[in-house]
């Protein structure tokens, strides 16, 4: 068997474990050499076969500790789409808002898979900058799928956010949110004010009209200036 196609087999076996549950979160995934002598391959193809199975979050590699099956994370659902200029004057803050760049081209691959499309399309581009009291409050990265919302080719996102234009002029359908902390890139964390080690929050959302793919934002939070609470009950009667 090629090199090539070894790789494949040995990310393929332990990708089968791992999802069938015999290898469960925690497991310690066999050590390079221990896979280099059961496949009787060089530790190149050991590492082709590995790298992957880090990217989409099955395992982890740890330096000097070796992979393990990754623990699944903690998914909550968010059931509003907020709008950040009402957030910010509810808090009893002056709302700023500045439109950083704006770009109408044919998105890339992997803004195609951010915005949930099989093929190219011609979207949005937009970077904007929400202040709160002047300071910086979240720095807004948005993809606008023009093929579903057309109208927003012509929309004036110098002069409104392009969320709230969203809400009040394209009606959605469903949305799926993902939220994580992160320790942005520079200049990210330029634009923000912040130091690059200091943690954010991070929001990304996609939304629907029907079968339409409308719009992707990533959003990104200073970790001192957002919170989420959600209030609930539990399921079936109450207590």
Known sequence: MSEASLHRRIRAEISERILSGAWPPGHRVPAEHE????????????????APLAEQGLIVRRRKAGSFVARPRIHSVVLDI????????????????????????????????????????????LRCL??????????????INLDAAP??????FAATPPGGW?????PWTE?????????????????LGIAPTAACLVLERRTWRGD??????????????????????PRGEAA
């Open 35 to 50: 896979l280099m002598a059961e496949y009787g391959c060089s530790r190149m193809t050991v590492n082709k076969a590995l």
């Open 82 to 125: 907020p709008d950040i200029a009402a957030e910010v004057s509810t808090r009893g803050e002056p709302y700023g808002y500045e439109l950083l760049s704006r770009t109408v081209r044919i998105a890339t691959a992997q803004e195609a898979a951010e915005l949930g499309l099989d093929g190219p399309a011609q979207v949005l581009a």
């Open 130 to 143: 929400h202040r709160a009291s002047g300071r910086p409050f979240a720095l807004e990265e948005r993809l």
């Open 151 to 156: 109208e927003a080719a012509d929309a004036d």
């Open 166 to 170: 969203l809400l009040g002029h394209v």
């Open 175 to 191: 949305a799926e949110h993902r939220i994580s902390a992160a320790n942005v890139q520079k200049p990210v964390a330029a634009t």
């Open 212 to 233: 339409d793919r409308i719009t992707h934002v990533r959003l990104t939070f200073p970790g001192e200036a957002y919170d989420l609470v959600a209030r609930f009950a």
